[in-house]
């Protein structure tokens, strides 16, 4: 028999608000703006695929570990895990992972409002008229000159910080259902339809083909030209951001879904939850790669621009287009949500953990956890102008001082870490039981292969990747 426990913060209505709600927390920056950024600096084809087959191999059964790990905790992750250690009969250091999460969900939150307020400051700048009729240079000089300046950042930054507070402290239902439910169609609705601006742009076909023709020698080789020379070396780097993109993309490693799952009524089957959800993140990464790189390549740009990349193509798209005012402004409200929607997902296990362990209610908690991640997001906000630079780090190049430190501590480190520990906590250390009876797909060839998986392929392959970036094997492979 299993025990059925029910969570104090509520439960979602539905299954489909289950599915919607974590597709909302998986289907943010870290599709639109991230991803065709990170593969244009990572030669594309190649990374995308390295990228897909994370997701398949390690993103899907961590994910479905995560989710009946936080089902059958029903609290944050912090304390889903002390459930764990009780009823599972488990060591309780495993409550570090649920601290490990708290404080990556915290790092990456503080970041990610600075950049989702860059998108609502370029919706308004859409509205305007600013992008009509401009050409490539003069929308690269606009963002350049945004975002140095500091003042316009934090502004934004804080409006961002205060929104995700407000859903936040409505608790789960309330103002989260609502917002996905109808926002997140329109998203993939206005992505085709750039997508569409994107084949006329008469670079399509190069776009497309940086996305998917995969080149390895591009992954594996990371060349510099030190004084004209050319010189290339072997590199885990880039395979390493694949992973790691895995899983910010899915929100996986630091327990927002394992919080989602926890507020996840019983008779949802968890492994086709984790199919829809994965796919449709898939699905908006790659139309928005399809959406940017041709323009890229039509306005000979560089795919390598880095984080400005959506900001510096997708305008001289909508300055052309008919409608361009309209649909950027559209285009850029919808792009807010979509992180609003993950943003919360960031700081829930935070706010969980605050009203269960520390009495607060709610409205408090999201105050306490939303003003400590607006004032660690100021660093990232200096480190754009005054502070950025440059520097190597697990065999990438990288520049933007700060917020790359934080980019790299948490997608490529902390949240592999995360999922790795949950797959190990899901294959080796908790009992066969709590999976087989989560997952309810009885014990036939569906749950022995995800058995499998999340035992030996997931971790290995996480494990293998992470010490190969660290540098472990270096002396074998030179
Ligand atoms: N997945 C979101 C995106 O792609 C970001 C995000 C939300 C996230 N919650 C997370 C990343 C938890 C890592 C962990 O934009």
Redesign the pocket.
């Known amino acids: 028999m299993s025990i059925e426990k029910q969570s104090i913060h509520g439960q979602w209505s539905s299954r489909w608000i289950f599915i919607l709600a974590a597709t909302g ?7 639109i703006w ?1 991803f065709p950024y990170i593969a244009g600096e990572n030669g594309g084809g190649a990374f995308v695929l390295v990228y897909l087959g994370c997701v398949a191999l390690i993103g899907i059964p961590v994910m479905m570990a995560e989710i009946l790990m936080g089902r059958r905790g029903r609290q944050s992750p912090i304390n889903t895990m002390a459930y764990l250690a009780d009823t599972e009969k488990t060591s309780r250091l495993w409550i570090g992972l649920g601290w490990m999460g708290v404080l ?2 915290f790092l ?1 939150l503080s970041y ?1 409002s600075v950049i989702a307020g860059w998108a609502m400051a370029y919706v308004f700048r859409s509205a305007s008229g600013a992008f009509v009729g401009q050409n490539a240079q003069q929308i690269g000089d606009m963002f350049a000159a945004f975002i140095g300046s500091p003042e316009k950042l934090l502004v934004w930054h804080s409006l961002f910080m205060l929104a995700t507070m407000v859903v936040v402290a409505r608790g789960v239902k309330e103002g989260l259902e609502k917002a996905v439910v109808s926002l997140m169609p329109l998203l993939f609705i206005l992505l085709a339809v750039l997508i569409g601006y994107a084949l006329s742009s008469g670079a399509f076909a190069e776009g497309f083909n940086f996305l998917f023709a995969a080149d390895f020698g591009k992954v594996f080789y990371l060349c510099e030209s030190v004084n004209g020379v050319e010189t290339c070396r072997f590199t885990f780097g880039p395979i390493l951001t694949a992973m790691g993109h895995a ?8 327990g ?2 394992m919080v989602y799952g926890s507020y996840m009524p019983k008779n949802v089957s968890i492994a086709r939850a984790t199919f829809w959800i994965a796919g449709a ?1 898939t699905l908006v990464a790659l139309m928005a790669g399809l959406a940017i790189f041709p323009i890229v390549f039509a306005n000979h740009l560089e795919p390598a621009a880095g984080p400005g990349l959506i900001f510096t193509t997708l305008p001289i798209a909508f300055g052309q287009m008919v409608g361009g005012r309209f649909f950027g402004s559209l285009f850029f409200i919808l792009l807010v949500f ?2 609003w929607t ?2 919360i ?2 700081i829930e296990p935070a706010v969980a953990w605050l009203v269960e362990n520390r009495g607060l209610s709610r409205l408090r908690a999201s105050m306490v956890a939303g003003i400590a991640t607006w004032a660690v997001g100021i660093l990232t906000i200096m480190s754009f102008s005054d502070w950025a630079f440059s520097f190597h780090f697990l065999g990438q190049k990288k520049s933007d001082g700060l917020f790359d430190v934080l980019d790299i501590l ?2 490529n480190i902390m ?1 592999p870490l995360g999922g790795l520990l949950i797959a190990v906590y899901a294959g080796w250390v908790a009992s066969r039981k709590l999976s087989r009876d989560e997952l309810a797909m009885g014990d036939g060839p569906a749950y022995r292969l995800w058995y499998f998986v999340v035992r030996y392929i997931s971790p290995l392959a996480v494990m293998v990747v992470l010490l190969n970036a660290l540098g472990v094997f270096d002396s074998w492979l030179s």
């Open positions: 927390s998986a289907v943010g920056l870290g599709n991230k990556a969900g990456i990610y899983f910010f993309t899915l929100s996986l490693g630091m927002a879904i993140d979509a992180a993950s943003s997902s960031l948490t997608a949240l």
